[in-house]
T-cell receptor, first 112, second 110 residues
Framework: DVKVTQSSRYLVKRTGEKVFLECVQD?????MFWYRQDPGLGLRLIYF???????EKGDIPEGYSVSREKKERFSLILESASTNQTSMYLC???????????FGSGTRLTVV | DQQVKQNSPSLSVQEGRISILNCDYT??????FLWYKKYPAEGPTFLIS?????DKNEDGRFTVFLNKSAKHLSLHIVPSQPGDSAVYFC?????????FGTGTSLTVIP
């Protein structure tokens, strides 16, 4: 079974801190994604990556950046955390087009 | 603007009865559709999919129906079980990118 592992289940950070959310997948998937889930808004795409070093903006990239130095790892970076970035963050990977996503368990980030 | 809509935020159904979850999309170019199930504090898990060349796909108690002319898909769960209580997300896309709905919280009452 494909496994997508997010390093932290719960995080509490202070406003202005730089925050790193890590995601690792173990099935050699090319495509990786970062979503945030908020009540009433569903899953919104922040950034995605089709290959190492590649990244593309999703629907809500402002305030975020990403890094994909290795195929299995996709990191989401909050350059200066703000309270409106308090959310559930979900990482996903997939083998290619027309394949479904495999999601990690999520990281609940609270910015205070 | 939301490209995929789930207009019912919540749904309650008696155990053993049918659950019908609905999803509408706006982009006629979408040709692949997915349903995910999410329990609290867990990531979404894939449930069932359908491509635009079909209008129905079944997997056990779960059936997805696609009406391309209406840009509408639905998920039927028969019979509903208490363990089906979760948030259900539909997703639609072209393969390059999928767009998710806002989710419907299903409660199956024993």
């Amino acid at each position: 079974d494909v496994k997508v592992t997010q390093s932290s289940r719960y995080l509490v950070k202070r406003t202005g801190e730089k925050v790193f959310l890590e995601c690792v997948q173990d099935m050699d998937h090319e495509n990786m994604f970062w979503y945030r889930q908020d009540p009433g808004l569903g899953l919104r795409l922040i950034y995605f990556s089709y290959d190492v070093k590649m990244k593309e903006k999703g629907d809500i990239p402002e305030g975020y950046s990403v890094s994909r130095e290795k195929k299995e790892r996709f990191s989401l970076i909050l350059e200066s955390a703000s309270t409106n970035q308090t959310s559930m963050y979900l990482c996903a990977s997939r083998a290619g087009h027309f394949y479904g996503y495999t999601f990690g368990s999520g990281t609940r980030l609270t910015v205070v | 603007d939301q490209q995929v809509k789930q207009n019912s935020p919540s749904l309650s159904v008696q155990e053993g009865r049918i659950s019908i979850l609905n999803c509408d999309y706006t982009n006629s170019m979408f040709d692949y559709f997915l349903w995910y199930k999410k329990y609290p504090a867990e990531g979404p898990t894939f449930l069932i999919s359908i491509s635009s060349i079909k209008d129905k796909n079944e997997d056990g108690r779960f059936t997805v129906f696609l009406n391309k002319s209406a840009k509408h898909l639905s998920l039927h769960i028969v019979p509903s079980q208490p363990g089906d209580s979760a948030v259900y997300f539909c997703a639609a896309g072209t393969g390059n990118q999928f767009y998710f709905g806002t989710g419907t919280s299903l409660t199956v009452i024993p």
